[in-house]
């Protein structure tokens, strides 16, 4: 005997019996006719599922948008709001876009059948229905969408804990180079060096994607993008592409998305090291760091917010305190005396 469900179960109720599982999955029916809908539901509600009904398009979109349901049983022609209609926006909407919809049709046309697919069905069902057949079709997506949840709730997690030890993370859509997702941190930093908010992905991030996606379908490391903000670099790298690749042609032109983990360092060790090397001031050790990275006297002062003439005065002191007479002999003295600053330890 199936478990029976409580009217106003919740998704931590029984299992049903079909698929074995430890909680009773909610179905979300939508159909304008509650004739054609009580069949169904008894059926649904005898096997031990928790059945959610909407008569119309946009009580359904309120419907699964607050109860967030496991299927949603859809039916292709209704007044106003049609199925193919609340298919996309449910598929529009992040909270909804993982529920597998199933189409319940009397249009048996091929053209009406790639509209509900292309609406974002994942299958369909001919009227009259039969509440065997449905079960069946449902159990195949349940499982597969189950198997979808889990692997984003895993990979969210992961984000989370690169976030959490200082990395931040992005997902950059290939198709259209969108920003889907960030964590708040990764937010902080496009924001800090780059002046852009989601969707916007960086232009100079997206170029870099673009440029070395062949690399990365091929698996291998691509080099990594590093952005500049004074003493301070952010560092791109391109880490694994997610989302489903075995989705036929369609999800393969589709492309996925392109998981990016970012990283902000800091050269203030290197300038307080450069600073207590030489007794310099802090103004003189960035002076001397960007002689060290090759700058020349105009693009130190855009940098420091200084005329070419000061940061000229400030290299005749510099070269006072470390005895040399040249940009070159200074740029090599620092070296030599602050590891920091050598390509090994990332300067």
Aim: some cysteine; aromatic content about 4%.
């Amino acid at each position: 005997m199936p478990h029976p469900v409580e009217p106003h179960a919740t998704s931590a109720g029984f299992a049903p019996a079909p698929l074995q599982l430890t909680d009773s999955l909610v179905v979300l029916i939508v159909d304008d006719v509650p004739d054609n809908v009580a069949p169904l539901h008894d059926a649904l509600d005898e096997a031990g599922y928790t059945v959610l009904v909407a008569l119309d398009g946009e009580s359904a979109i309120r419907r699964a948008t607050q109860a967030l349901p496991d299927v949603v049983l859809l039916d292709a022609v209704m007044p106003g709001l049609d199925g193919f209609e609340v298919a996309r926006q449910l598929k529009a909407q992040p909270a909804t876009a993982h529920i597998p919809i199933i189409f319940m049709t009397g249009l048996t046309d091929t053209e009406h059948l790639v509209a509900a697919l292309d609406a974002g069905g994942a299958d369909y069902v001919t009227k009259p229905i039969k509440p065997r057949e449905v079960m069946a079709r449902m159990g195949v997506h349940l499982r597969t969408a189950r198997h979808v949840r889990q692997g984003a709730v895993e990979r969210s997690q992961a984000r989370n804990a690169l976030d959490a030890f200082g990395y931040a993370t992005i997902t950059v859509r290939e198709r259209d180079g969108r920003l889907m997702w960030q964590t708040p941190l990764a937010r902080d930093l496009l924001r800090n060096y780059c002046g852009t908010e989601a969707p916007t992905t960086p232009p100079a991030v997206l170029q870099w994607l673009r440029r070395h996606l062949g690399e990365a379908l091929d698996q291998r490391e691509p080099p990594r993008l590093t952005l500049e903000n004074g003493p301070r670099r952010l560092t791109f790298r391109l880490h694994q592409r997610v989302g489903d690749q075995d989705g036929g042609e369609e999800g393969a032109e589709a492309g996925g998305d392109w998981l990016i983990v970012m990283q902000e360092t800091s050269d203030a060790s290197v300038l307080s090291s450069l600073a207590g090397s030489f007794g310099l001031t802090a103004r003189e050790a960035e002076v001397l760091y960007w002689v060290v990275k090759g700058k020349i006297n105009r693009d130190i002062g855009d940098i420091l917010g200084a005329s070419p003439a000061t940061v000229k005065k400030h290299l005749e002191r510099i070269y006072a305190k470390l005895g040399v007479e040249t940009r070159t002999a200074a740029a090599a003295m620092a070296i030599n005396r602050v590891p920091l600053l050598q390509p090994q330890h990332g300067g």
